[in-house]
Nanobody, 122 residues
Framework: VQLQASGGGLVETGGSLTLSCVAS????????MGWYRQAPGMERELVAE???????NYADSVTGRHTISRDNAKKTVYLRMNSLKPEDTDVYYC?????????????????WGQGTLVTVSS
């Protein structure tokens, strides 16, 4: 199983970006998906998450500005980021809680994407 994140880049204050993350591999069930952010030397912190049924949860710092969504058929989660601020600058990591098939049955674990850098200039 792999998660491939994309969509990061450089944007001016007030601008927008959309991050995407697609899961691939022997996936039986795709449960919760979401995005974390991480600054150098700091712990990852939750940005937004979405259940398989579409229920969303956001960090207070992004509520009202960002929107998380998913396309279950495409095994993809999105993060639309609006009204970006310099303090949104970070590496963003997607995750997915996945039940995958193996030779001996199924296993459940959290998978992470490789990270995509978002830089907001002032």
């Amino acid at each position: 199983v792999q998660l491939q994140a994309s969509g990061g880049g450089l944007v001016e204050t007030g601008g927008s970006l959309t991050l995407s993350c697609v899961a691939s591999g022997p996936i039986v069930t795709l449960n919760d998906m979401g995005w974390y952010r991480q600054a150098p030397g700091m712990e990852r912190e939750l940005v937004a998450e979405i259940t398989s049924a579409g229920r969303q949860n956001y960090a207070d710092s992004v509520t009202g500005r960002h929107t998380i969504s998913r396309d279950n058929a495409k095994k993809t989660v999105y993060l639309r980021m609006n009204s970006l601020k310099p303090e949104d600058t970070d590496v963003y990591y997607c995750y997915a809680d996945i039940i995958r098939s193996t030779t001996w049955g199924t296993i459940t674990r959290r998978y992470w994407g490789q990270g995509t850098l978002v830089t907001v200039s002032s």
